[in-house]
């Protein structure tokens, strides 16, 4: 039933309506796009071979195999699965499930299959893949084991931060949160390999377009991811999230949709709901059946970002629409001064502070100690390029995307360690005898 019947037909909240069969309003309202008209239209990742950037077929008739190393977390999948489709390269996924030896920190593990749960795990046997692709850090043993047997043939490529020594992989693809020390093998990309293609957006907007289409405009999507920073006090947190979006959309005279991440828990959803004024048009998306995210999306003219999680704001970045991302009060705690410190001491100039500056470089890229995110300056990145502004500065927004250039800068680095694999394979073999 509605969560609050007092509402009139336009305007009830409909988080547990039927989903109706798509009409003719669909396509137009797919093609709009919001109110901005700077959309630009490069080819999407998928279609990177056409830029001009090296090919395998430039260099040698075959194409490599690609093994892809996945685990439950669906953001670190959907990025494996982005850069394998925009390869067009010969792939297999291998979704790995795990122990509780995967606990253990991977400096322990080394190069082995122990923290595998073999039940639920698909064959890893020959033939070996040229190319293997993980993400997340309990992936990393599993991957070093196959390069080993494989006899150093197989070249390693991580997407995030590997809590392993940096010099074990061919290429480490991450952004700015994981402050990785700065390395020839390493890629900082300005956002992660996560993006939304048009065509699902369409798909989205023809599926749900009577019941979303007659909402007043502008509309505005809430995302709520709940990965709050440390410190956040969250109910305080979602009230002001609640009652600053719905003065948003009060005074445009708009309405909102609102869902949140896999990770919210479900009271902190409804506590913004119930936190929302009558005199609010809003639909929302509380998980039950099929999700709304990429209709909200498609039919959105802006979209406002609660949050830290880099996937979410990579994926809502890429969808041409006005970003805006809600930053939360934090409170500093005892744990979080004493990291800012840890971090500021290393940044200092002088020969001893870089002294002190190289060490914690080297502990942090042999694994050692492992980096906090720092989701804050990935926010600031995105800010900076004009992807996205901070919450009710729409007018900052300059530029609006349809494409994910990370994707685009990393097809480049991987096809060229294919062209390049003379060298590479010297660097696997010798990378090779570290993991024996």
Same mark, same amino acid.
């Given at each position: 039933?509605?969560?609050?019947?007092?509402?009139?037909? $336009?305007?009830?909240?409909?988080?547990?309506?039927?989903?109706p069969?798509?009409n003719?309003?669909?396509?137009?309202?797919?093609? +709009?796009f919001?109110?901005?008209?700077?959309?630009?239209?490069?080819?999407?990742?998928?279609?990177?071979n056409?830029? =001009?950037?090296?090919?395998?077929?430039?260099?040698a008739?075959e194409?490599?195999?690609?093994?892809?190393?996945?685990?439950?977390?669906?953001?670190?999948?959907n990025?494996?699965?982005?850069?394998?489709?925009?390869?067009?390269?010969?792939?297999k996924?291998?979704?790995l499930?795990?122990?509780?030896?995967?606990?253990?920190?991977?400096?322990?593990?080394?190069?082995?299959?122990?923290?595998?749960?073999?039940?639920?795990?698909?064959d890893?046997?020959?033939?070996?893949?040229?190319?293997?692709?993980?993400?997340g850090?309990h992936?990393?043993?599993?991957?070093?084991?196959i390069?080993?047997?494989?006899?150093?043939?197989?070249?390693?490529?991580?997407? =995030?931060?590997?809590?392993?020594?940096?010099?074990?992989?061919?290429?480490?693809?991450?952004?700015?949160?994981?402050?990785?020390?700065?390395?020839?093998?390493?890629?900082?990309?300005?956002?992660?390999?996560?993006?939304?293609?048009?065509?699902q957006?369409?798909?989205?907007a023809?599926?749900?377009?009577?019941?979303?289409?007659?909402?007043?405009?502008?509309?505005?999507?809430?995302?709520?991811?709940?990965? $709050?920073?440390?410190?956040?006090?969250? +109910?305080e947190?979602?009230?002001?999230?609640?009652?600053e979006?719905?003065?948003?959309?009060?005074?445009? =005279?708009?309405?909102?949709?609102?869902?949140?991440?896999?990770?919210?828990?479900?009271?902190?959803?409804?506590?913004?709901?119930? %936190?929302?004024?009558p005199d609010?048009?809003?639909?929302?998306?509380?998980?039950?059946?099929d999700s709304?995210y990429?209709?909200?999306?498609?039919?959105?003219?802006?979209i406002?970002?609660?949050?830290?999680?880099?996937?979410?704001?990579?994926?809502?970045?890429?969808t041409?629409k006005?970003?805006?991302?809600?930053?939360?009060?934090?409170?500093?705690?005892?744990?979080s001064?004493?990291v800012?410190?840890?971090?500021?001491?290393?940044?200092?100039?002088g020969p001893?502070?870089?002294?002190?500056?190289?060490?914690?470089?080297?502990?942090?890229?042999?694994?050692?100690?492992?980096? %906090?995110?720092?989701n804050?300056l990935?926010?600031?990145?995105l800010?900076?390029?004009?992807?996205?502004?901070p919450?009710?500065?729409?007018?900052?927004?300059?530029v %609006?995307?349809?494409?994910?250039?990370?994707?685009?800068?990393?097809?480049?680095?991987?096809?060229?360690?294919?062209?390049?694999?003379? %060298?590479?394979?010297?660097?696997?073999? +010798?990378?090779s005898?570290?993991?024996?």
């Amino acid at each position: 039933m509605p969560l609050n019947p007092n509402r009139s037909k $336009t305007t009830k909240r409909s988080a547990e309506l039927e989903r109706p069969a798509p009409n003719g309003v669909a396509l137009a309202e797919a093609q +709009k796009f919001g109110p901005n008209r700077r959309v630009r239209t490069d080819s999407a990742p998928i279609e990177a071979n056409k830029s =001009g950037q090296p090919t395998a077929a430039d260099g040698a008739a075959e194409k490599p195999l690609v093994w892809g190393l996945t685990t439950h977390d669906a953001d670190e999948r959907n990025q494996i699965l982005n850069l394998t489709r925009a390869l067009h390269w010969p792939f297999k996924e291998k979704p790995l499930r795990f122990n509780r030896l995967s606990g253990l920190p991977n400096l322990i593990l080394a190069a082995s299959p122990m923290s595998l749960d073999l039940a639920g795990t698909p064959d890893l046997r020959p033939p070996w893949p040229d190319f293997l692709i993980s993400s997340g850090r309990h992936s990393v043993p599993v991957a070093r084991w196959i390069r080993r047997c494989s006899g150093g043939r197989s070249r390693l490529i991580h997407i =995030g931060c590997p809590r392993a020594p940096l010099g074990l992989f061919d290429l480490v693809i991450t952004t700015r949160q994981h402050a990785l020390p700065p390395r020839r093998n390493v890629l900082v990309n300005p956002m992660s390999l996560n993006w939304i293609a048009p065509e699902q957006l369409c798909e989205a907007a023809g599926l749900w377009s009577d019941r979303l289409v007659n909402l007043p405009r502008p509309r505005i999507a809430v995302l709520i991811d709940g990965s $709050t920073p440390r410190g956040v006090r969250k +109910k305080e947190f979602t009230r002001r999230l609640a009652r600053e979006v719905a003065d948003q959309a009060f005074r445009s =005279g708009g309405s909102l949709m609102i869902t949140a991440g896999r990770v919210t828990p479900p009271d902190i959803l409804r506590l913004v709901l119930d %936190s929302i004024p009558p005199d609010v048009p809003l639909d929302a998306w509380l998980g039950e059946g099929d999700s709304l995210y990429h209709a909200y999306l498609a039919f959105a003219d802006r979209i406002v970002v609660a949050g830290s999680n880099a996937a979410t704001l990579s994926e809502v970045c890429t969808t041409g629409k006005a970003v805006e991302v809600f930053e939360p009060s934090v409170r500093t705690g005892l744990r979080s001064r004493k990291v800012g410190a840890f971090r500021n001491l290393a940044g200092q100039k002088g020969p001893f502070w870089l002294f002190f500056s190289a060490i914690h470089d080297r502990l942090l890229e042999i694994g050692v100690i492992a980096p %906090s995110p720092r989701n804050r300056l990935f926010r600031e990145n995105l800010v900076a390029q004009g992807l996205a502004a901070p919450f009710g500065a729409i007018d900052q927004v300059p530029v %609006s995307v349809t494409y994910n250039e990370s994707i685009h800068r990393t097809l480049w680095r991987v096809r060229t360690l294919w062209l390049d694999r003379g %060298s590479v394979s010297h660097l696997s073999s +010798k990378l090779s005898r570290h993991d024996n």
